[in-house]
């Protein structure tokens, strides 16, 4: 039924069963993976993410200081999606599944589904954070956008945190 899957992949506790999910479903189908990390905002390590629990912001926009830094968290930030991607498509080769990967910065939800309609995915797997309704008013969802904008079908693999 499903013979491209892409799997949406960040650094949320919910992103291990994400993959496991799309794992089993590409194992059942024969179907091959392409896991999508996006560089985002939104995504707790991210140089730009800012916790709920901070009052305020320490760090002064145009210090070259701060832009050093800034660089240094971006690497980092980068580096380990990369280094997460690989573990991930090594598991999938174990397991005798083709795949393969992208990391890309922008907006996740519309990446998510620039991408799958680039590939030409059958089924999209994303995670939901759980976030209450007034988060989600205010900071969107990215499982809603993908599944009202998606080219295909998407399976969403719900939070238990």
Known sequence: MFQKILVAIDHSVTSQAVFEQALSLAKQNQASLMLLHVLSGDEENSPWWIPTNVDSIDWEVGAETD???????????????????????????????????????????????????????????????GRSRVGELFLGSVSNYVLHHAPCSVLTVKAYV
């Open 67 to 129: 832009l050093d830094n800034w660089r240094r968290q971006w690497n980092t930030y980068e580096q380990e999606g990369i280094a997460k991607l690989r573990n991930l498509i090594a598991e999938a080769h174990r397991a005798g599944i083709k795949a393969e990967f992208r990391q890309i910065a922008g907006s996740p939800g519309r990446n998510i589904c620039r991408l799958a309609w680039s590939w030409q995915a059958d089924l999209i797997v994303v995670g939901n954070r």
